[in-house]
């Protein structure tokens, strides 16, 4: 039987050295950046809803301060960019057990 649901663990990391390279002709900076991902995780679970439901988000943990609910969260608006990259309805829940402290530069948003 298949699931409608997946779960994916990802770490919180530590950046161990970043070197910043000269401005490029372009305004940007090359960089450099040695990290380590250390036993602090977030648990993201995607599970698939009846067409017509669309994305909904909840945000569960200890670290649950300032992380938004709603459109403007960043899981939300990626699944919702899947969606009309490949041209299809999303309709999902999704489900993300914060371990990871906010703004606390490991990696938190990006998990």
């Given at each position: 039987m298949a699931?409608?649901?997946?779960?994916?663990?990802?770490?919180?990391?530590?950046?161990?050295?970043?070197?910043?390279?000269?401005?490029?002709?372009?305004?940007?900076?090359?960089?450099?950046?040695?990290?380590?991902?250390?036993?602090i995780f977030d648990d993201v679970t995607i599970t698939k809803k009846s067409p017509g439901h669309g994305i909904s988000i909840s945000i569960t943990g200890e670290h649950t301060h300032g992380v938004p609910e709603d459109q403007s969260n960043l899981a939300v608006k990626a699944a919702a960019l899947v969606g009309s990259k490949f041209d299809f309805d999303v309709d999902v829940h999704i489900e993300?057990?914060?371990?990871?402290p906010v703004a606390g530069g490991m990696a938190g948003g990006s998990a």
């Open positions: 699931s409608n649901s997946v779960t994916v663990r990802v770490p919180a990391k530590v950046n161990l050295q970043l070197s910043v390279g000269p401005r490029e002709a372009d305004g940007f900076h090359n960089l450099v950046s040695v990290f380590q991902a250390i036993s993300v057990k914060k371990s990871i």
